[in-house]
């Protein structure tokens, strides 16, 4: 298996990693951590996004650059804020 050539693919497996990790967690029991990680990796594509030249981008490139951005930024924030909402349950 050949790792991606460009910059953008490699940040959005990266990202992918992240997420998996995110996921391994909540099922593990640990949801705000998981969730907090999938939320961080979401603000590091954005931020990824906004430094990868266009033709560098690969997977990364869904859209535009803006909308990419908003949205991974509006998710990831989103997600690492959500931990902090949900009290805790007893029991």
Do not use: C, E
């Not at 693919?9 to 996921?23: D, M, R």
């Not at 907090?36 to 030249?53: D, M």
């Amino acid at each position: 298996m050949r790792a991606p050539r460009s910059r953008g693919s490699q940040f959005y497996l990266l990202q992918l990693v992240a997420v998996v990790a995110g996921l391994t967690l909540i099922a593990l029991g640990q949801w705000r951590l998981g969730v907090g990680g999938i939320g961080l990796a979401f603000v590091a594509g954005a931020l990824a996004r906004s430094v990868v030249p266009i033709d560098h981008t690969g997977m990364l490139r869904v859209r535009g650059k803006a909308f990419d951005i908003v949205w991974m930024t509006t998710l990831g924030v989103a997600l690492l804020v959500l931990p902090f909402l949900i009290p805790n349950q007893p029991g």
